[in-house]
């Protein structure tokens, strides 16, 4: 049942351990005796998580991460990471006697000549894909309902790293097999460094050994996807859960849930048992689509040649938004200055890209910044209640899936009959416009919304029931809201544009009227909870009781 | 039906003088020599026809060509603002245009559809042989070459070099500037393919037997074949769209029934 825990401390009620259990008793004895962990399982074990599906979605995401690590773990006995070239004699007859890598025949051999190898293969990399997606979307939880506050700013930015960490890993992989595909991509990485001014062409020659694409590759990035990438991720996962523990999870409003408690389930027995058998939820739903569906069939790729490149050619869908702001940069943007060309194309796109990276990164503190807030914040925000925010999310939201959509232009181009300039154009126009477009209609959409939930803590809901007050007078009857759901809608924080103050030699800084016309931006349009005064005077004149008796 | 039934009930078995199923043998058996001699004249008919030398067959097929495409070809074949010309395009080209419904044109646009196709196999003939008698060009293919049982390990690695980048890697098509395309070659038969090769339908370049020779053509094909014959080892291939497929996939199905269980999971219990 609901256990409602104070923060800070400690739960003094003992773990229930009979003196006369037979085995398991004195088992758990003989352990505790060597090893104190009673205290552990006393303070975790009591530790309250809030139930709710969208808490579930880093668990999603940390069970994905298991799944690759055994998976990735199986492959590895039969996967070799060299780029010498062998004659493929294997059972798929369309690649037989081809010249390729052994990296490529390898992945050959585990996909058809290696028991439970293809499956393997395929768990692994659908995995990989919901690691990301999962990940993805835990951010979006995080980030419209504003857990990201304080004291949770550093495990934002932790979480961040882990989600670039997550695309390194991805890309990594995905470009072990060696094959065509994986080969295209690693082209434009390699384009992509070789753009960039002065050092871009010694960088690229140092990543791959000389001239691409060399002989190293394959090797160097089997060392960095099986070995530095992932110890770095389960060290961070460990500070991320870390993290949780010390913060104690956040709620969403609702009635008895404050900044000071955690209202949910212990961790033993019931929020331990349903955490370890989601575990198997996730694990069956990627068996499942591992076993019915193809993802990466490098046999139809073919091993890696730089002539051929394959129409459709993509990366995974987490660099999808990369490789769609390449797509959009207009032909013909470079030039030549003291005989070295400048590829202004591969450089605003990493220029953008990687300002629009960082800028979600530090968020936190930009935000923390202009609010000026530094209280804790334990009960989440609605998104509705804080509409500034929630725009702008919408309008990150909104340039993101127009970088990602641009990756698959000449999809969309087939698939619906459209020109591929057509798309191309359509996408530009929704990068540079779009989130203007999202970030007005979802904060005029938010203040709508506060107002609504105003009106009905106000006034109750409308029951369409029009009574006569033996004045005269007719009035519609409304049906006050329960105490819960006032809860609920009432309690947010409110807040109010800063004062430009001077400070203690009397002046007023630049960074402060910057701060100022931010905090301006962020709060000038507000709806304000209901009062208590306003509450009892709404209620004063309600005709509501008066009528019902 | 009833009377019927009571009388054959009555009727001792052995007194019958035929094997209640003799009749329905019968039948089969005349069925099979009508049809046998039917298909035995029909083909024989067909063959016929085809013959693309006949002056008869090229009287016909010039016929069928002032009703059907001299509006845009021009009467003699030789083009108009709205057609290109058409001598010299050979019987092949006749054959993969009109053979896959591509040809009459049903409207300009970025290129020629492919739809149901409009003529019997006896008319396209007709209209083939009419066009290659106007000047020499490729001749419909036949023989060995259509076989489908060449190197299909060859076949790859020259589709991969040669028609990848536009058809894809599995031949599942991709897209060209201006709305124009590169279709799907699933479900084409081998001699379309060859003739695709051949005469450069649409925006296709020509692959001649100087650049492609036809042992190789028969590779790829034989290639086309396999992938079409042998589904993929993996499971069902979304497409064979490539990431953007399974990206979608992983999105929508794979995170959506994911996203249902955790609602599942954590709902509270009645």
């Not at chain 1, 495990?155 to 991805?170: H, R, Y």
């Not at chain 1, 575990?279 to 069939?297: D, Q």
């Not at chain 1, 919408?394 to 087939?414: E, H």
């Amino acid at each position: 049942m609901t256990t409602l825990t104070t923060r800070d401390t400690a739960d003094d009620q003992s773990v229930g351990a009979k003196k006369s259990g037979g085995f398991t008793a004195s088992a758990a004895n003989y352990i505790d005796e060597r090893t104190s962990i009673s205290g552990a399982v006393k303070e975790l074990g009591r530790k309250i998580f809030p139930d709710h599906w969208s808490f579930l979605l880093g668990e999603v995401a940390l069970y994905s991460f298991v799944i690759i690590l055994l998976s990735g773990s199986f492959l590895t006995f039969f996967y070799q990471a060299s780029m010498a070239e062998v004659v493929y004699e294997g059972s798929y007859a369309p690649l037989k006697g081809i010249p390729m890598s052994v990296a490529m025949s390898s992945t050959m051999d585990i996909s058809f000549d290696i028991r439970g190898g293809l499956l393997m293969r395929q768990v692994h990399h659908w995995a990989a894909l919901l690691f990301v997606a999962a990940i993805g979307l835990h951010m979006l939880r995080i980030y419209f309902t504003g857990a990201f506050r304080k004291p949770r700013e550093l495990n934002w930015v932790i979480g961040f790293i882990l989600f670039i960490l997550a695309m390194a890993e991805g890309f990594t992989g995905y470009s072990l097999p060696d094959d065509l595909l994986s080969g295209n991509g690693l082209r434009i990485i390699d384009g992509l460094i070789k753009g960039i001014p002065v050092v871009g062409t010694w960088v690229s020659f140092l990543l791959f050994g000389g001239e691409f694409p060399g002989t190293d590759i394959v090797g160097r990035l089997y060392s960095l996807h099986i070995l530095l990438l992932p110890a770095i991720i389960v060290a961070l996962i460990a500070m991320h859960l870390l993290f949780i523990v010390v913060h104690k999870h956040t709620q969403y409003p609702a009635a008895g849930h404050t900044n000071e408690n955690v209202v949910g389930y212990p961790v033993l027995p019931v929020y331990a048992a349903k955490a370890g058998g989601f575990f198997f939820i996730v694990f069956g739903v990627v068996m499942l689509i591992a076993s019915l569906f193809t993802i990466n069939p490098i046999w139809n790729y073919g091993p890696y040649d730089p002539s051929p490149v394959s129409a459709g050619t993509q990366p995974d869908w987490y660099i999808g938004f990369a490789d769609g702001a390449m797509r959009l940069i207009p032909t013909g943007w470079e030039f030549v200055w003291l005989n070295h060309t400048y590829s202004l194309n591969i450089l605003v796109v990493l220029v953008v890209v990687g300002l629009f990276i960082v800028t979600v990164m530090v968020y936190p503190f930009i935000e923390a910044w202009i609010t000026g807030d530094k209280r804790e914040h334990h009960v989440l925000d609605r998104p509705r209640n804080a509409p500034t925010r929630t725009a702008i999310g919408a309008a990150g939201v909104t340039f993101y899936a127009s970088l990602w959509a641009a990756a698959s232009s000449d999809i969309m181009a087939t698939h619906f009959h459209l020109t591929m300039e057509g798309v191309i154009h359509t996408l530009q126009v929704t990068t540079l416009l779009g989130p203007f477009l999202a970030f007005f209609i979802t904060k005029r959409v938010c203040l709508a919304l506060q107002k609504k939930d105003r009106e009905i803590v106000l006034h109750g809901y409308e029951s369409g029931r029009i009574v006569r007050l033996p004045g005269g007078e007719f009035v519609e009857v409304h049906q006050p809201v329960d105490e819960y759901e006032r809860w609920k809608l009432v309690s947010y924080s409110d807040f109010k544009p800063l004062m430009l103050r001077p400070n203690a030699q009397g002046k007023i800084g630049a960074a402060e009227k910057v701060r100022a016309g931010l905090s301006r931006w962020f709060f000038e349009d507000r709806i304000t909870p209901v009062t208590q005064t306003e509450l009892s005077r709404a209620h004063g004149d309600h005709p509501a009781e008066i009528t019902e008796k | 039906m009833t009377k019927i039934k009571t009388l054959r009930a009555r009727r001792p078995r052995k007194t019958g003088r035929r094997h209640p199923l003799a009749s329905v043998a019968l039948i089969a058996v005349g069925l099979l020599f009508t049809g046998g001699a039917y298909v035995a004249f029909s083909t024989s008919t067909a063959v016929a026809t085809t013959d693309a030398s006949s002056q008869q067959t090229i009287a016909q097929g010039e016929k069928l060509f002032a009703a059907n495409c001299a509006t845009c070809h021009g009467l003699n074949a030789q083009g108009s603002s709205e057609g290109p010309s058409l001598i010299g395009v050979g019987a092949a080209s006749v054959d993969f245009q009109v053979g896959t419904g591509r040809m009459p044109l049903q409207m300009q646009g970025p290129q020629a559809q492919k739809k149901p196709v409009q003529f019997t196999a006896e008319q396209t003939a007709a209209l083939a042989a009419y066009v290659a008698s106007l000047a020499p060009g490729p001749a419909i293919p036949s023989g060995e070459v259509l076989d489908a049982a060449g190197d299909a390990a060859s076949g790859a690695e020259l589709f991969r070099i040669n028609c990848a980048m536009c058809h894809n890697v599995a031949g599942a098509g991709g897209a060209l500037t201006e709305g124009k395309f590169a279709p799907a070659i699933e479900n084409v038969s081998a001699q379309h393919i060859y003739e695709a090769m051949i005469t450069g339908p649409q925006n296709m370049p020509v692959f001649n037997d100087m650049n492609i020779s036809p042992e190789d053509k028969r590779d790829i094909i034989t290639y086309l074949k396999y992938v079409e014959n042998n589904p993929s080892p993996g499971g069902l291939a979304l497409g064979s769209l490539g990431p953007v497929a399974e990206g979608l996939f992983i999105w929508i199905f794979g995170l959506g029934a994911i996203v249902a269980l955790t609602v599942w999971i954590t709902a509270k219990s009645n």
